[in-house]
């Protein structure tokens, strides 16, 4: 430092080749993978977001409570706020009252968050003594936010949740609603701007008709310029020249063109023929008012192939019983989506890095302990062929 002159010396890079970092996946779903992110990726992702979300550098504060290393906050909290000049209200680790207190003293206006922190905020006991109000909204990604979820949120705090979504594959916002216009509660949104995104048939390759359900498919300058040393992985994720991302995510579009996930092909639980996705499953479960938190995982049955099992913390002070709660679920689900096994868990859930509930933990302990009898057959065979079939009962 000393013998430097102040002279100003170059790097010469290539925007669109040079590869910025090396980002990993989270994991869930297998070994984490290496993204190539560009520098071209990570300043078309990081214009493209601000632009969504209208940030003002003059008036706007972010609020940064998840950790920095996760491309999600790499690029919704510091990229976008190093890009407008805003303050960041930082926290070491996500605590809820350092937050609450943390908000309600520097008001800050721009809140990116996952659903369990939001839900989190939902369960505060003493939420009602902490002033929210400058918060414009909160974009929640991540993993899906429960439409519950967000309606109490919305409800309690007067503040505005928009949902998005993307990958570490696409540096890693792909869509969101809209900060102006019709925010959809339980979508994803509309593509960020320069972003195409499609719903494709897994076994054609093909496009399917609007509201049909398909893998969530994107290009767009956003997305990655591969895996590091995955050829094999690279070919099925990067398609059509290597410039449609396959995200592994299915999805329907409505007609005015948000998405909505479904659930990851991966998590999709096949039980007697039918598919079950345990998203649909977890919403339906969070109506119910006793339920915290709540994570639905497929596990091996030699009859079934898979049964639908439900890890459950109810809030302090509600308790509800495994039957009690099958039948709370008979007319919002199908026979065949009811969990046929229920855990109910005192502590929290298990949850990723960045506060992710994590499907993967619960059914590795789950198949860690053995616990893997059959399940005996008591769902009515009648009502699974009209659910399966569509057939008219007799």
Known sequence: MIDNDGTYDPVEINPKEDVALFQYTGGTTGAPKGAMLTHSNIVANTEQA??????NDAQDKMLGVLPFFHVFAMTAVMNIAVRNAMEILALPRFELEATLKLIHHKKPTIFPAVPAIINGINNNKKLKKYDLSSIKYCISGGAPLPVEVKAKFEEKTGCVAVEGYGLTESSPVLCCNPRLGENKAGSIGLPLPQTI?????????????????GELCARGPQVMKGYWKRPEDNEKTLQDGGTRLHTGDIAIMDEEGYFFIVDRIKDMIITNGYNVYPRNVEEAIYQHPSVEEVIVAGLPDSQRGEIVKAWIKCKEGRDVTAEDLKVFLTDKISPMEIPKRIEFREAPLPKTMIGKLSRKDVVEQELENGDDDDVPDDVDMEAMAVEMNKIEPS
């Open 50 to 55: 601000g632009m969504w979300l209208g940030c």
């Open 197 to 213: 995104i499609e719903i494709i048939d897994p076994e054609t390759g093909k496009p399917v008709p609007m509201g049909e359900r």
